[in-house]
């Protein structure tokens, strides 16, 4: 992609999110790393343009989560948030539960105060505008298009979003080879229509649930 120019050269920065879901739980601080830590971390390391327009976070699954959640909850630092096959199950249902380790008293109380949904208020009050993209298997099982549906229904109030149904599409890596290029594709749209001419540098974060995808 960045060979034929449909995706500026970037940064990526793969994050081993464990089954956090981002939160900051009682075993690890993952939101706090990656919004404080880890982002600051990159920008003075790193020639980025440390700025929410040279800046975009996605993920897969959990990862997708992850990608609506800090960016209606931080808008000031994502100019995009890409998910694919985004976990926003309407209710846990033992899904994020049953296995969440970080959070032995993970319920749904606390599913619903931190999911995306939950800072969707405060996201309209910033009037920091970001651009979502989601792409989501059609015959997924794991995460049903129908809740996928219903998030992106109420995000479409308050922001942007590009919904696209994968067709055929499944939860695992068969479509999410095909699921990531897409996205990346409108993440280049992003960074081109965005970014200052002669800019020296793009910081792109990207975090993935406990994956590793080259590209």
Known sequence: LIGSGELPECIAVFIDGYNSFYYDGPGLAMETAIIHDLIPFIDKTYNTLASKEGRIIGGISMGGYGAARFAVKYPQMFSAALMMSPAVWRNSQGNACS??????????????????????????????????????????????????????????QVAEVEYVPYEGGIHAWTTWKETCREALKYAGKVLQARAAPNSAGLSGVAVYEKREWRF
Do not use: R
């Open 99 to 156: 296995s969440l380790h970080l959070f032995n008293n993970f319920d749904q109380a606390t599913w619903d105060a931190e999911h995306p949904v939950a800072f969707l208020a405060s996201y309209t009050v910033a009037n920091s505008p970001v651009k979502f993209y989601a792409i989501h298997g059609t015959e997924d099982t794991v995460v049903p298009p129908a809740d996928v549906e219903a998030f992106v229904e109420k995000l479409s």
